[in-house]
């Protein structure tokens, strides 16, 4: 599924391979940037033209685990979604609607950017190719609504958003890989606030990914934000 997408990402590369400085900018980054105004040699890791193992997204997988369950004060199926992030392993309950809201607000992003944006493009065409379950016609789950059938589907979407987030740190790094690109803290193509909005469905906070930079090196264990 994302062959198309990694594929249009290297040629998208290749385009931008004049600069050398690549700098992250994301929320993770900024905050710590705040922190240190040096940047001794244990943030190093971070840059983005090797930012080996800071590069959180290489390390993180998530799938849906197969016990929905129904709330019965207002039958609402709660989907459980497992996260992996190095180490470090969550569950997060999500609702259907949270799904859509979700695939909506990204396919409102990346239409804006497709016609200029290769990559966003790319990610465009992966998203709309991948089938997705229909809105509920009924109040009541009961009226129609093939669980397993929609469990399957939400499955497939879960692992593309994995596949997203790898994408949208890339495309940040590439962006920013041009000077001619790149004012202080945005870029012609800021997709910042799309990685924060999959981030926050993964329930991914500050407090594990400066874990995460823990355990990999890249900060001291007394440096971690604490939730």
């Known amino acids: 599924m994302f062959f198309h997408i990694f594929f249009m990402a290297d040629k998208f590369k290749q385009h931008l391979h004049a600069s050398t400085s690549m700098v992250v900018d994301t929320t993770s980054y900024l905050y710590l940037r705040k922190k240190t105004q040096h940047e001794p040699p244990h943030f ?7 930012p080996g193992d800071a590069e959180y997204s290489e390390y993180m997988a998530a799938w849906l685990q197969t016990n929905a369950t129904i709330r019965s004060l207002d ?7 497992e996260v992996n992030l190095g180490k470090m392993r969550w569950s997060i309950r999500r609702r259907y609607s949270e799904f859509r809201e979700l695939r909506q607000c990204m396919i409102k992003h990346m239409s804006k950017r497709s016609s200029c944006c290769m990559i966003c493009g790319a990610m465009l065409q992966g998203l709309e190719a991948l089938p997705f379950p229909p809105k509920r016609p009924s109040l009541f789950y009961k009226a129609g609504v093939d669980l397993d059938s929609r469990q399957a589907k939400l499955q497939e979407f879960v692992i593309l958003l994995v596949g997203v987030i790898q994408m949208l740190r890339q495309h940040q790094m590439l962006m920013q890989s041009s000077a001619g690109f790149v004012k202080r803290n945005k870029t012609q193509c800021d997709v910042s606030d799309l990685l924060r909005a999959v981030e926050a469905f993964f329930a991914l906070d500050f407090s594990r990914y400066t874990r995460f930079l823990a355990e ?3 900060l001291q264990p007394n440096e971690v934000l604490l939730a």
């Open 44 to 50: 190093m890791a971070f840059h983005a033209a090797d």
């Open 75 to 81: 039958n609402v199926v709660l989907y459980a979604v």
């Open 216 to 218: 990999r090196g890249v």
